[in-house]
């Protein structure tokens, strides 16, 4: 069955340090996957989307990679500050099945401490 | 307005209550997605809808659960006879169609809690 796997436990860092998040999925063959933003209360955020043809893409302290070979994304924030701490959420557009929805891990909570 | 409404933000219904939770999503936004999300989990997908159409609803977990957008715009999630486990925040998302990019955008949820 299909299955998106995502850091359960949070992650703590120091302000500054670089925060690298995970994203490994199963029987799937994504065309695009996409970062959200979750922050308490709110509805998820867009921050980034990567192509399956696509290695590396970047947007300010953001940079996400995708490796179709590994079935795994990387997500990083680099310079990290106390306004990053939310829950990340990583999600699987796969449009040639058909299927529009997204399909999302769980999320990982990132804590970034002053 | 700018962004995906929903209302309302939290719903408090006993056992066997129906309910119905609204979405206004982004003018002029085709598709309209609804979603269930767990404490501590990510959204679960619940049903599609492209302009009017309810085009996937294979995530709608009983037939206690019925949406509709019957003039394409603002969408109403309705479930019946609530019970306990329906407890949940319900995300309403939309989409515009342009190219492939399926990138969507979220109102902040309505906090459904069944006692």
């Known amino acids: 069955s299909q299955k998106i796997e995502q850091n359960s436990e949070a992650l703590n860092i120091q302000e500054g340090k670089t925060a690298t998040l995970t994203c490994n999925y199963t029987?799937?063959?994504?065309?695009?996957l996409q970062w959200y933003r979750q922050d308490p209360g709110r509805g998820p955020v867009f921050l980034l989307l990567?192509?399956?043809?696509?290695k590396e893409k970047r947007k300010e302290r953001l940079k996400v990679t995708f490796d179709t070979t590994l079935k795994q994304s990387l997500f990083h924030i680099t310079a990290s500050q106390p306004a990053d701490s939310a829950t990340y959420l990583c999600a699987l557009d796969a449009p040639k099945t058909g299927r529009r929805a997204l399909t999302f891990g769980s999320g990982t909570r990132l804590q970034v401490q002053p | 307005g700018a962004g995906v409404s929903q209302s309302p933000r939290y719903k408090v219904a006993k056992r066997g209550q129906d309910v119905a939770l609204r979405c206004d999503p982004i003018s002029g936004h085709v598709s309209l997605f609804w979603y269930q999300q767990a404490l501590g989990q990510g959204p679960e997908f619940l049903t599609y809808?492209?302009?009017?159409?309810?085009?996937?609803k294979s995530g709608l977990p009983s037939d206690r659960f019925f949406a509709e957008r019957p003039e394409g715009s603002v969408s109403t999630l309705k479930i019946q006879r609530t019970q306990q486990e329906d407890s949940a925040v319900y995300l309403c998302a939309s989409s515009s169609q342009s190219g492939q990019q399926n990138i969507q955008y979220f109102g902040a949820g309505t906090r459904l809690s069944v006692l």
């Open positions: 809808f492209q302009n009017e159409a309810q085009l996937d």
């Open positions: 029987n799937y063959s994504p065309a695009y």
């Open positions: 990567i192509r399956e043809n696509e």
